[in-house]
């Protein structure tokens, strides 16, 4: 049977003051309490040690991982790749920190990544990133032209920023979007506008942009439903950062509560899921 697997950012966790929590056992609690399947590690190459640091707490929670990584060179995406293998990783989202000029120079960066992820047996897949070799949209979609192995990750909150695209997007966008959607194997959840990466959801001005997103994770969960078999698991991951992501006033505080805002999102996305049930 296909289920749905709801991972939570670490980034997302704060008090209600709005002071984010560091404390990783309270954080982790707090989303297993939560009913969250797992969660996302973000490392840099500095950070393998610290990551480990995890898998044990999240083995006593029950927690999944993904693990997403920001490589800047070959030898940095083996030992990355291979960290998140020891965490037992789900798969593996990369943000890869390369920067080809043209789609000729990316394709053997990404096709020697998707080999050497194959080599430790570890699921890759790239992520709709800005500043990174996924940084424009139509650039990526020449990539997935130019290799079929190519899967996503996709986030599409960067591509609406990084073109701009306010709601309604037309018919042109929702075709390119539909073409991302049909290569992207996990979605990662947050809402941004035509100018601000992560906007507050429950502010009215966002509204149509919210539906826009909403729109793009019922389409993410009908395409891949169809295209995947009975017995997988779909990873979803609210995907809150704190600042700079999120919109803050004169004082660095920020304008919304990000932990709340994730639990809207859980529960909106499993609202679309039920809703796919045969």
Same mark, same amino acid.
């Given at each position: ?7 939570q950012s670490l980034w997302a966790?704060? &008090? ?22 797992? +969660? ?26 993904? +693990? ?5 060179? &070959? /030898? ?9 293998? #020891? ?7 990369? +943000?890869?920190? +390369? ?17 050497? !992820? ?12 800005? /500043?990174?070799? $996924? /940084? @424009? ?64 959801? /429950?502010?009215?001005?966002?509204? @149509? ?21 009975? @017995? ?27 932990? !709340? #805002? !994730?639990? $809207?999102?859980?529960?909106?996305? #499993? ?8």
């Amino acid at each position: 049977m296909q289920t749905l697997k709801v991972y939570q950012s670490l980034w997302a966790m704060q &008090d209600a003051s709005g002071v984010p929590i560091t404390d990783k056992e309270r954080i982790l609690d707090r989303i297993a309490d939560a009913g969250f399947s797992g +969660v996302s590690i973000d490392v840099d190459i500095n950070e393998v040690s610290d990551g480990v640091l995890y898998k044990p707490l999240l083995e006593q929670r029950n927690l999944e991982c993904q +693990v997403n990584i920001f490589p800047r060179n &070959d /030898n940095e995406f083996v030992e990355l790749i291979k960290f998140a293998k #020891e965490m037992d990783a789900r798969f593996c989202v990369t +943000v890869g920190m +390369v920067f080809p000029l043209n789609v000729s120079g990316a394709i053997p960066i990404i096709r020697n990544w998707i080999n050497l !992820a194959a080599d430790v047996g570890m699921p890759l897949l790239f992520e709709t990133h800005r /500043n990174c070799i $996924t /940084n @424009d949209m139509f650039f990526t979609l020449e990539l997935l032209d130019s290799i079929p192995e190519m899967n996503l990750c996709g986030d599409f909150s960067h591509y609406v920023l990084n073109r701009e695209l306010q709601p309604p997007i037309g018919k042109t966008f929702e075709q390119l979007f539909d073409r991302l959607i049909q290569r992207s194997f996990s979605f990662q959840g947050r809402v941004s506008s035509h100018q601000q990466i992560q906007v507050p959801i /429950n502010f009215p001005q966002y509204n @149509d942009h919210l539906k826009l997103y909403h729109w793009l994770w019922k389409r993410g969960i009908e395409s891949w439903r169809r295209r995947m078999s009975d @017995d997988d698991a779909l990873v979803f991951l609210c995907e809150l950062g704190p600042p700079p992501y999120a919109i803050t006033n004169a004082d660095g505080e920020e304008l919304s509560d990000r932990w !709340a #805002e !994730a639990l $809207t999102i859980k529960s909106r996305v #499993e609202q679309y899921w039920r809703a796919c049930e045969p």
